[in-house]
């Protein structure tokens, strides 16, 4: 039987990943980051896998005016700071970040 055949995508093993740490990022924010896109072949895709040590912070305190950001806890704790209070995350815990210009600002830092 005749037909296209699709050649099965890249598979990432997340447990496996490769961390990349900024050397010179601000003290405090050295997460490390690993870019999904590039390992399936694709360049339009944003997702990340981070790697947060105890006491770090991904990113400073933001606002998220581009595009909405989804977060998955995959192990440990981290704490979501936001405008109302923070919340803990515990493994499996995930939250959004939505974006737009008519909404207030609800910034985020995760910890």
């Known amino acids: 039987m005749g037909g296209y055949h699709r050649p099965m995508p890249p598979r990432v093993t997340m447990a496996r990943a ?7 990022g601000p003290a405090g924010f050295r997460a490390g980051m690993c870019r999904l896109g590039p390992l399936l072949g694709v360049d ?3 997702a ?3 790697e ?3 006491g770090r912070a991904i990113c400073p305190y933001h ?4 595009e909405e950001e989804w977060l998955l806890v995959l192990g440990g704790r981290s704490t979501l700071r936001q405008p109302d209070g923070q919340d803990v995350l515990e493994p ?3 939250a959004v970040a939505r974006r737009g210009r008519d909404r207030p600002p609800r910034g985020r830092a995760m910890r």
């Not at 606002?63 to 581009?66: F, I, K, L, Q």
């Open 63 to 66: 606002d998220e005016h581009a």
């Open 18 to 24: 490769d961390f990349t740490y900024e050397a010179d």
């Open 44 to 46: 339009q895709l944003g």
């Open 52 to 54: 947060l040590p105890p």
């Open 92 to 94: 499996w815990a995930r």
């Open 48 to 50: 990340s896998l981070c």
